[in-house]
C-alpha cells in the first residue's frame, strides 16, 4: 500500500518567519495531495490541495508544491501567526479505492 | 449547515462491552469512512465505504465493523471492545471522486477510552 513520510514532527517558528514542510510518497499512481490542519481538540480540516496536473498553488499565505518526479510535496507557510500554531497532516490519495493516506502529522508552534 | 455528525463525543466502556458510534452526513455524499487517530501514528483508516451496501476494509480493520445501509449513515461497531482499542475515532465523508479528488469532510470525533 501506499506509504507517506512526512518530517519534521515539530517545528518552532518566530511569528513572522516561514515555516516547510514536507511530504513523500512511494505510489506513482497517486494523484491527489490535501493539506489538513488540526487544531487543538479539534477535527482535521483542509487548508489546500493539489491535484497531480499541477505544480504548485497558492492560497494567500499557504502554499503548495509538488514533485511527481521525486514523488514528495511540500506545504509552505509565509508570515507565519500564532493562530497558525496546530497540527499538520499531508495525505496521499491514489489507486481504485480513493483512500487518503496521512501522513503521521507535524506540530507547527509559532512563537510570538 | 453542511456538516459530518459523530456520537457520542465521548465514551468509557469496559472491556468487552459492545458498542456503535454513530456518524451521519447531511452533503449527500457517497464516500464514507472511519479512521482513528493516535498519538505519534496520525490517522489511519479502519474502514470505508463507496456507496450504499459497498464497504471495505483500510489498514487497521481488526476488531471492528461497519454498515452502510443508507447514504447518510455510516456506524461504527466494537463487538468486544479491548483497551487497545482507545483512541480517538473519525467518520469522514467525500463527494464520490469520479477520478478527481476532493477533500473530506470530517465530524467532529469520538473520544473512546475501554478500561
Known amino acids: 500500500g501506499e506509504n507517506v513520510e512526512q518530517h519534521p514532527s515539530t517545528l518552532s517558528v518566530q511569528e513572522g518567519d516561514s515555516a516547510v514542510i514536507k511530504c513523500t510518497y512511494s505510489?506513482?499512481?497517486?494523484?491527489?495531495f490535501p493539506w489538513y490542519k488540526q487544531e487543538l481538540g479539534k477535527r482535521p480540516q483542509l487548508i489546500i490541495d493539489?491535484?497531480?496536473?499541477?505544480g504548485e498553488k497558492k492560497d494567500q499565505r499557504i502554499a503548495v508544491t509538488l514533485n511527481k518526479t521525486a514523488k514528495h510535496f511540500s506545504l509552505h507557510i509565509t508570515e507565519t501567526q500564532p493562530e497558525d500554531s496546530a497540527v499538520y497532516f499531508c495525505?496521499?490519495?491514489?489507486?481504485?479505492?480513493?483512500?487518503?493516506?496521512f501522513g503521521k502529522g507535524t506540530l507547527l508552534t509559532v512563537n510570538p | 449547515e453542511a456538516q459530518v455528525t459523530q456520537n457520542p463525543r465521548y465514551l468509557i466502556t469496559v472491556t468487552g462491552k459492545k458498542l456503535t458510534v454513530t456518524c451521519s452526513q447531511n452533503?449527500?455524499?457517497?464516500?464514507m469512512s472511519w479512521y482513528r487517530q493516535d498519538p505519534g501514528l496520525g490517522l489511519r483508516q479502519i474502514y470505508y465505504?463507496?456507496?450504499?451496501?459497498?464497504?471495505d476494509k483500510g489498514d487497521v480493520p481488526e476488531g471492528y465493523k461497519v454498515s452502510r445501509k443508507e447514504k447518510r449513515n455510516f456506524p461504527l461497531i466494537l463487538e468486544s471492545p479491548s483497551p487497545n482499542q482507545t483512541s480517538l475515532y473519525f467518520c469522514?465523508?467525500?463527494?464520490?471522486?469520479?477520478?478527481?479528488?476532493?477533500?473530506?469532510?470530517f465530524g467532529s470525533g469520538t473520544r473512546l477510552t475501554v478500561v
Open positions: 469522514a465523508s467525500s463527494l464520490y471522486p469520479t477520478g478527481l479528488g476532493y477533500g473530506y469532510t
Open positions: 505510489d506513482s499512481a497517486s494523484n491527489y
Open positions: 493539489i491535484r497531480s496536473n499541477v
Open positions: 495525505a496521499v490519495q491514489g489507486g481504485s479505492n480513493y483512500k487518503l493516506t
Open positions: 452533503m449527500n455524499h457517497e464516500y
Open positions: 465505504s463507496m456507496n450504499v451496501e459497498v464497504t
